[in-house]
């Protein structure tokens, strides 16, 4: 045995390393850091829990270990024996949290690496049912390499049997599940996968975005109104931008409110789009396809639905207006933006003035600002009693922070290295320093040279702003009881006239 190669030796890595630079060119630097990390690990049948927010390379994790099987058995006489064996028809199994999710890692895996995978959701497998094939067949004699699976599937009939198959089993070499996520549940998600002992490796990386400037703004129109026309500057940069939003409800004012600004020469509905839970499955899917293949196609407004892992390329900006409910929540939406190498993002989060009431109450209850100290203070409403949705902890620790947003979460999510990662944008030297930062240090807003010619993205038509104030209007048709009582003595009248009228003159008398 000792004459056998492990993939985590030094000479293992330099031959997963030569593997990859000569089999993905288009890789010019070859494995990124994490992959580096990871890889030999996986492919030597160990554990590993990665937490790598900094986008892309996740599905590399799963592809590389695939092509590397297959190099090495088809290409056998030129590798050293392992101390794993190497499948013909290597297999990964991967648990997906959202069918997107797993239709966009196929996708990634077929165009970066030519590699066939299977994304086993409702449509998917009605699709192949009502095509006559039976996918289960196909799955146990691995004509798939990956097969991305939402958990609801993994205790149907089907994937038992496809789970028992001995030739299915024989070629896993790995099951994962995709979402690491920061944060203190992490380690209970650990030790129920049994990740514990010597050949499980925790891997972190930092989720600091390096590339993406941070600014926060307070809205200074209703979250509930018509019009954001904070919005328009940001858009007119001409930026693709992903705009996050809580309720289907505001994504949908905020369509109307873009569509009536939209310039004679632009296409609005070419322009906007909606991504959400009422739109199809198809049409989500062609979205994230236009704002990566359509030029005229800028600005995405999404609920929560794209949350989790849709990777979209030329995704430059993303404006949250209103705060997502959790910090974590907020973050995981802003990195779909930016995550081209060599572009610089914005991160637009706007809050209102009745949150950050809110978390001025609560920072003044807690009496320090950390999320620790936070977590302990009772959240309660103006009548004193306990609420039922207090705010997010780490939310409340970031729209507090008055000296440096990133060095802000950096501290939330631990990231390391330790000394660095805590020092304002400045002292860190970082590419893009953060609103805060820029306002101490009085850098002036920059804004970079629009994206593409103005011909295709003509600027969105600012809004007038009306600064007087707008009287509140009386609600004429909400009625006092009197006039209740008139109205529907009335109706009672019409009913009696109309029914009698019809009576003699309808064609199809009662
Ligand atoms: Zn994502
Ligand atoms: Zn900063």
Redesign the pocket.
Known sequence: MSSRFSFTSNEGVKIVNSIVTRLVPKWINGLRKLQLICIPKILNLEDVFAIDAMGGGKSALFGIPILLHLEISQNADSYPLFNVPIRLDPIGVVVTPTKGLANNIVKRLKEDLGINGFAYTSENLSLKRRAGIDIVKEITSCQYRIVCINPEHLCEREWYLISNSTLFRQNIIFACAEEGHPGPPFLSVCLTLGFSGSRFHLICCSNEHSNTKIILHTLTSAIGGTEFPQIIPYLNQQCKTVIHVQTIDLGYCIFMFLFNLTPASSNPLCRIHMYNSLASEKYNKKTIELIDTDPQCQVVIATKALSLGIHVEELRDSIAVGTADTQDNGKQDAEHAGRKEGVIAHRIIFTTTTELNKVRKIVEASGEVSVAAISKVKQTTKTKKETKNPLDPAKVVFLAETV????CENIIYDNPPLELSRM??IQAE?LV??D??CTHYHIPENHFPPSTDEMTLPPFIMPTITTKKRKPRKKVDKLKEKELEVVGMAFLVYETQLYAEERLVAPHRY
């Open positions: 440096c947003q990133v060095a304002d944008c970082r320093p953060c805060l930062c």
